[in-house]
């Protein structure tokens, strides 16, 4: 025991060199090698980002604030730590790196979002998902999920969700019931699913969190481009998670989170002939999209909120 008890220590700091090292010898004893090694580049990373900018007292305090901040507005409904991910790039940079099968194929991935939900309600094919009156003008999406070799895989859960045109999801606003705009679907025999929903349109961000003042104080536009988000599910495959963007959005190019990539730009298309729905007249829109799941482990994310 006696022998042991020196083992954490790291020595006294005598110099601004001596820190670093220090830090990293004090955790070098984690059992956990992924542990040790995602805790040493954050040290190595995080003390080189210090000296580079070198934080004034007051400037710290703010850094401290703003994490603090990220704590404080994050609910059961709300998840701010995504969303300071998504505005700095990371949450797009982590599934980029982390889809295309590590190089072979373009990623065809997004960010989750803070807003997806478990157990969306389970739609027939054809359905709506427009839950309660909800304005905009319909639109009727045919989908298809394939493997990489492009057979159809059946049986896969499809959750769809997104924004209303007042800009919000269901969790949000009070003026939709619950699971508006959210739906479940299980892929038939040819990988096929269909709904009814209406149109998506670009919407801003929440900014009553920290990130709100950065981006106001960096003159971006706190907006998403219109887009459907997907999460896929299916033992064998690779949980796909994805959105499928509206090419004319006047957004497209500076999406607040950096998520639109080409693979990502939808045949959303404006008809003015008949539509799938009696009730329908005058313009509708349709969307005709295959997605792709690759093999892999099908796991499912951890929902941001309940
Ligand atoms: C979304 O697409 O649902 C979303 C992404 C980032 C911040 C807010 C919303
Ligand atoms: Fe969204």
Not at 48 to 63: L, Q, S
Request: net charge negative.
């Amino acid at each position: 025991m006696a022998d042991n008890d020196d083992f954490d220590k790291y020595g006294i700091i005598t110099s601004i060199d001596d820190i670093t090292p220090a830090v990293i010898r004090a955790m070098s004893h984690a059992e956990n090698p992924r542990l040790r090694e995602v805790m040493e580049a954050f040290v190595r990373h995080m003390h080189a980002f210090v000296r580079e900018v070198r934080p004034t007292d007051e400037e710290f305090e703010i850094g401290i604030d703003f994490l603090n901040g990220i704590g404080k507005t994050t609910t059961d409904k709300y998840n701010d730590a995504i969303l300071f991910s998504d505005v700095f790039g990371i949450s797009t940079l982590v599934t980029l790196l982390n889809n295309g099968m590590g190089g072979p194929m373009e990623p065809a991935t997004a960010l989750l979002g803070p807003f997806w939900r478990m157990n969306s309600p389970l739609t027939e094919h054809g359905a709506s998902i427009v839950r309660c009156p909800t304005e905009g003008p319909a639109m009727f999406a045919n989908m298809r999920i394939t493997d990489n070799q492009g057979q159809p895989i059946a049986g896969a859960e499809v959750d769809v969700w997104h924004a209303s045109s007042v800009g919000m999801y269901d969790v949000q606003d009070n003026g939709q019931v619950e699971w508006n705009l959210r739906g479940k679907f299980i892929t038939d025999a040819d990988g096929r699913f269909s709904f009814r929903s209406i149109r998506p349109v670009g919407y801003p961000i929440p900014t009553h969190g920290p990130s709100g003042p950065i981006l106001a104080a960096q003159k971006r536009k706190p907006q998403r481009p219109a887009h459907l988000h997907f999460l896929a599910f299916k033992p064998g495959f690779k949980t796909l998670i994805t959105q499928i963007f509206l090419a004319d959005d006047p957004d497209i190019e500076r999406d607040v989170t950096f998520g639109v990539t080409p693979h990502l730009i939808g045949d959303y298309k404006r008809q003015t002939g008949p539509a799938p729905a009696a009730d329908v007249t005058g313009e509708w829109f349709s969307l005709d999209h295959t997605l792709v799941m690759v093999p892999g482990e099908a796991v499912l994310p951890k929902p941001p909120i309940d």
